[in-house]
């Protein structure tokens, strides 16, 4: 069974600010990650698929990197609306725990 | 534009099967090359993937796989989850959704709360 596991669990950080966010699976996934961001009784809104092919309507801002097992989410400059809980996935199926993203 | 929705009980007892269906509007079925899935949520907690299906064959959680059938009905344009044996850790909201291959999810339903409680 594929495990993800994300660090860090909780991130603190204030507006304007880089947040890094670290995806690491079990065994090689090659490209096939996905990231995801969600919002009390949201569904998980797509940010980056192919480990960094950013989808549709997703700010140039968020940027996703790494292969195989170690993947890396970076939000360049945090704005008010990106904070939330995050989500990787590979190959479209178990996903991590999450990194909560909040306000300092 | 595809749109997905789940149906079924909003409460299950403890040890019965658990029978959820997504009905697939904006198109058929047949004309997509999705894969066909379930995921559902805990309250406070993170998605789990269920499993995914089309006609090429299946794919289930390990965890789960024991309990766990997805099957198509293409003449409703229909898909449905079957969890045997449940018990109070499968409460959770459950979504049906598109996985486009090995990649993402692609659409998902607005999600249906499932209890398990006597």
């Known amino acids: 069974e594929i495990v993800l596991t994300q660090s860090p669990g909780t991130l603190s950080l204030s507006p304007g600010e880089r947040a890094i966010l670290s995806c690491r699976v079990s065994?090689?996934?090659?490209?096939?990650l996905a990231w995801y961001q969600q919002k009390p009784g949201q569904t998980p809104r797509l940010l980056i698929y192919?480990?960094?092919s950013r989808a549709t309507g997703i700010p140039d801002r968020f940027s996703g990197s790494g292969s195989g097992t170690d993947f890396t989410l970076t939000i360049s400059r945090l704005e008010p609306e990106d904070f939330g809980v995050y989500f990787c996935?590979?190959?479209?199926?178990?996903f991590g725990q999450g990194t909560r993203l909040e306000i300092k | 534009q595809l749109q997905l929705q789940e149906s079924g009980p909003g409460l299950v007892k403890p040890s019965e099967t658990l029978s959820l269906t997504c009905t697939v509007s904006?198109?058929?079925?047949?004309?997509?090359?999705?894969?066909w899935g379930w995921i559902r949520q805990p309250p406070g907690k993170g998605p789990e993937w269920i499993g995914s299906?089309?006609?090429?064959?299946?794919y289930y959680n390990p965890s789960l796989q024991s309990r766990v059938t997805i099957s198509i009905d293409t003449s409703k344009n229909q898909f449905s989850l079957k969890l045997t044996s449940v018990t109070a850790a499968d409460t959770a909201v459950y979504y049906c959704?598109?996985?486009?291959?090995?990649?993402?999810?692609?659409?998902w339903g607005q999600g249906i709360l499932l209890t398990v409680s006597s």
């Open positions: 959704a598109t996985i486009v291959g090995a990649s993402r999810v692609d659409h």
């Open positions: 904006g198109g058929s079925i047949n004309r997509y090359t999705y894969y």
């Open positions: 299906v089309r006609h090429s064959g299946s």
């Open positions: 065994q090689s996934v090659s490209s096939n």
């Open positions: 192919g480990a960094s």
């Open positions: 996935q590979e190959n479209g199926s178990m």
